[in-house]
């Protein structure tokens, strides 16, 4: 059963303060590791796909990292509008359907 | 941008009702998606749709729960005997390939009474 895991739940930085968020994970056959974004009440936003250990993805102030186990969203100089539940998700081999983690609770205080 | 819509925004229902939540995926898209997210709870895949069958569903899609593409445009997921446990934000999403990012919609509250 493919398993995804984030932390810390919640993160609360100063406005410019850089941090990364991490995504641990186990799957059969990865097909694709996802973070989107997620704001209340919405759905979640696509941000980065990432396929292989040693991949990285760039947007903006945000960069997603792959291992063999885990993925880290690094997000640096952090703005209040970054502020949102940052999601990970995994499809293992012979899935269609993601398996998402909880989420971290990003806030970035002005 | 093409997005995915869904509506209603919000459904109220009482329990023991049939619901049909239904969704526009993105036009070009092939393959479609249902999921649900509890309150305070991780996102669920609940079924997966492609060339007018379902392709693969969870062990929370049970047999209250379908899917149709009932025309070219909407894909549409029923609820025959709503309970209380239903009551969730329910997400359609689509993806061109199997294997790309699946895009998701704004989500139908569904609160079930």
């Known amino acids: 059963e493919d398993q995804v895991t984030q932390s810390p739940e919640a993160l609360r930085l100063q406005e410019g303060e850089s941090s990364s968020l991490n995504c641990s994970y186990t799957v059969s056959g990865l097909r694709g590791l996802f973070w989107y974004r997620q704001d209340p009440g919405k759905g979640p936003e696509f941000l980065f796909t990432?396929?292989?250990a040693g991949e990285e993805k760039e947007k903006e102030r945000l960069k997603a990292t792959l291992t063999k186990k885990e993925s880290f969203l690094h997000i640096t100089a952090p703005k209040p509008e970054d502020s949102a539940t940052y999601l990970c998700?995994?499809?293992?081999?012979?899935?269609?359907?993601?398996?998402f983690g909880k989420g971290t609770h990003l806030i970035i205080q002005p | 941008e093409p997005e995915v819509t869904q509506t209603p925004s919000h459904q109220v229902t009482q329990m023991g009702q049939e619901v049909i939540l239904r969704c526009v995926p993105i036009s070009n898209h092939l393959y479609f998606y249902w999921y649900r997210q509890i309150l305070g709870q991780k996102v669920e895949f609940l079924v997966s749709?492609?060339?007018?069958?379902?392709?693969?569903k969870s062990e929370i899609f049970d047999d209250q729960f379908s899917v149709e593409r009932p025309d070219g445009s909407n894909f549409t997921l029923k609820i025959r005997s709503t309970k209380l446990e239903d009551s969730a934000m329910y997400f359609c999403?689509?993806?061109?390939?199997?294997?790309?990012?699946?895009?998701f919609g704004p989500g139908t509250r569904l609160t079930v009474l």
């Open positions: 999403a689509s993806s061109d390939r199997n294997v790309n990012e699946q895009f």
């Open positions: 998700a995994v499809r293992g081999g012979g899935a269609d359907g993601l398996t």
């Open positions: 749709f492609y060339n007018n069958e379902i392709s693969e």
């Open positions: 990432l396929y292989s």
